[in-house]
């Protein structure tokens, strides 16, 4: 069983910044993407950041520039630095992970998402 937990969550006023952290616990040989997305009242869940496990990163246009994701790959661990905030990042922001092995031949099926992390961007 492997789960993710992510933290770091809060409110804070538009120019902030936060740290979003995401670990994930269990049974975990290697996790190939991991990344960060987020749902706003009455809207459709979107991707905001990806990252690969060589590194390799993308972000929706919305945050590019504002926000920076991370990983550590001996952690098992994904990181979501964000500076600037606005109100419009107010969102709860889920982390996920994508093929995930238990084992060198072993995969577990679907992507694996956390419970979430609520954040406020307001004065």
């Known amino acids: 069983q492997v789960q993710l937990v992510e933290s770091g969550g809060g409110l804070v006023q538009p120019g902030g910044s936060l740290r979003l952290s995401c670990a994930a616990s269990g049974s975990i040989f290697s996790i190939d993407a991991m990344g960060w997305h987020r749902q706003a009242p009455g809207k459709q869940r979107e991707l905001v950041a990806s990252?690969?496990?060589?590194?390799?990163?993308n972000y929706t246009d919305s945050v590019n520039g504002r926000f920076t994701i991370s990983r550590d790959n001996a952690k098992n661990t994904v990181y979501l630095q964000m500076n600037s905030l606005k109100p419009e990042d107010t969102a709860v922001y889920y982390c996920n992970a994508d093929r995930v092995r238990s084992r060198p031949a072993t995969w577990l099926a679907g992507r694996l998402w956390g419970q979430g992390t609520l954040v406020t961007v307001s004065s």
């Open positions: 990252i690969t496990s060589g590194g390799t990163t």
